[in-house]
């Protein structure tokens, strides 16, 4: 809850802000449980300057002028934003985890292209098959249609998302030290969700390769 408690002078402008020890609090939150978990309630029509770094955090507002002083009632349209945001984000079960699992609360967020589907698709074996993870050299040459130092960049990018994760694994032959990848629950959820631009591109791939047809029906 954000009250304009306090006043600081910027650039020769005096600004309603809120107590440092709540926005220390705030901080600590959005690291525990990620910045999409956690809410700003404030005055309607309360000017506050707030930090940069709050960018991206829900904002909902009630109205602190209200005849009949009834803060709960006021409260309920504020209440009703934060429950949608929340289901939006789903449970966040930390003792469902496992030992060496971990829980990202502020992952990046980039567009994720056909490539990244399809190379995100490749380490889906590490579910099924490959328990250990799969190496970029393994997974660039079954996407052979994609030139390697892209599936590196979409491996980059899918890593920071918390869709895959890396671990460092040992040849069992060379005894060489190599990378490996493998699929993190969020990554199965979103190709779940992406699906079907996988189907509707192996649908068009195989129109493209199409065999011609070298018949002697010539029809003039």
């Known amino acids: 809850m954000f009250q304009p408690d306090d006043l600081t002078e910027s650039r020769g402008k005096q600004e309603h802000v809120v107590r440092d020890n709540v926005l220390f609090e705030l901080g600590l939150f959005i690291g525990a449980i990620g910045v999409k978990r956690c809410f700003i309630v404030k005055p309607r029509g309360e000017e506050l300057k707030l930090p940069s770094d709050l960018l991206g955090i829900t904002l909902a507002e009630y109205d602190s002028q209200r005849s009949d002083h009834n803060v709960d009632a006021a409260l309920v349209p504020a209440c009703h934003k934060m429950d949608t945001a929340m289901k939006s984000q789903g449970c966040l079960n930390r003792v469902a985890l496992g030992m060496n699992e971990k829980v990202i609360v502020n992952p990046y967020d980039y567009d ?19 328990p250990d993870g799969l190496s970029s050299s393994t997974i660039a040459w079954s996407l052979k249609e994609i030139e390697e130092r892209l599936v590196t960049i979409q491996l980059v990018k899918l890593e920071r998302m918390s869709l895959i994760e890396r671990s460092l694994q040992i040849d069992n032959n ?34 493209k390769d199409a065999p011609l047809d070298f018949s002697d029906d010539i029809p003039f």
Do not use: F, P
């Open 112 to 130: 994720l292209n056909i490539e990244a589907i399809k190379v995100l698709a490749a380490c889906l074996e590490t579910h099924t098959k490959y």
């Open 174 to 207: 060379s005894g060489d030290e190599y990378y490996a990848y493998t699929i993190t629950e969020a990554g199965i959820d979103r190709l779940l969700e992406r699906e079907d631009t996988l189907k509707t591109r192996q649908i068009k791939n195989n129109k």
